[in-house]
């Protein structure tokens, strides 16, 4: 973006859910500033490539075991000038950031839990569950106790929707509320290509989220005031005080996607409460709750670490 332009470039993945979340982040922006232009740039990623590994192995494949692998190829995009702003969910970026970049805005949060997407007549007791997530996976084993298993399946929302239909051996599969929300599937059932499914909310402390999911993120150049100036009205100060101490208790972690850790953060009023559930190399849960000042997030965060920083050792 050059002098006083207000036309900005825009960066993200081709899915469904990823274009929905960047109109609605130009729409948060547009309403800041009058008269805004916006261009969306589509870009692959790695996690978008390489669909023939589980998820978690994706970085290592691709040589990017740093970042994120729905992320880095769109911040080399904006590293080299040729967007503006990146949209992310942030639950798909690294704790740590990179120093060339900045998140200038987050937008308000949806909702942070997962959802069970199951069909018709599915036998509870003996459930057999879609994920790529390894955090799912452990929840989904904790949650049912060993009677229900999991089975690695890969795609964007819709994709996944369309093989739990066409799979005669998949009962359900576990998905973010937030990106059913913003698909419009908001309700307790859905009906794709004729078929209906059940969605069942799970509670956020029995079956807990990703950290940092539910938030969409907007990333910029460290050095681009100009891109900051459009972008940075659109923060929403609650969920940058909640996602900052997820990100700070991810980077003390040194965790990536094949880390199986959970967590959430809430403020009330001038306190933060922090919850996380990391499971230990044999599977045993260690749930972890802090409390502290809501203006200090990464404080709460290193409380929380060290207080799960004995089973680590």
Not at 82 to 101: R, T, Y
Request: charged share 25%.
């Amino acid at each position: 973006m050059q002098g006083m332009s207000k036309t900005i470039r825009i960066g993200t993945r081709g899915s469904e859910l990823a274009l929905r979340q960047t109109e609605l982040a130009i729409e948060a922006m547009k309403a800041k500033t009058p008269g805004l232009e916006a261009e969306v740039v589509i870009i692959r990623t790695d996690g978008d490539e390489r669909t023939d590994i589980p998820l978690c192995q994706v970085n290592k494949a691709a040589g990017t075991q740093d970042k994120g692998v729905f992320v880095a190829a769109i911040e080399r995009a904006l590293a080299a000038g040729e967007i503006d702003c990146a949209v992310h969910s942030l639950k798909d970026m690294p704790g740590q950031a990179d120093d060339n970049f900045e998140l200038a805005a987050v937008l308000p949060r949806e909702e942070i839990w997962d959802a069970l997407v199951l069909k018709k007549g599915a036998n509870l007791s003996r459930l057999t569950l879609g994920t790529s997530s390894v955090r799912r996976t452990q929840m989904v084993r904790t949650y049912w106790s060993g009677t229900a298993q999991t089975v690695s399946i890969r795609g964007n929302v819709t994709t996944r929707l369309r093989k739990l239909i066409a799979s005669p051996e998949l009962d359900g599969i576990v998905l973010a509320r937030a990106g059913l929300n913003r698909l419009g599937y908001c309700g307790d059932s859905l009906t794709l290509n004729g078929t209906e499914l059940s969605i069942v909310d799970m509670g956020k402390d029995s079956f807990m989220p990703a950290l940092c999911q539910g938030a969409i993120a907007l990333e910029i150049r460290r050095d681009d005031a100009a891109t900051r100036a459009l972008v940075a009205p659109v923060n929403d100060t609650e969920t940058s005080l909640c996602v900052r101490a997820e990100r700070a208790f991810l980077a003390a972690l040194k965790a990536d996607c094949s880390v199986p850790v959970a967590g959430y953060a809430t403020c009330n009023g001038d306190f933060m409460m922090f919850r996380a559930i990391y499971f230990m190399p044999n599977g045993m849960p260690v749930r972890i709750t802090h409390r502290g000042p809501a203006d200090n997030p990464e404080a709460v965060a290193a409380g929380a670490y060290d207080k799960l920083l004995p089973h680590l050792n």
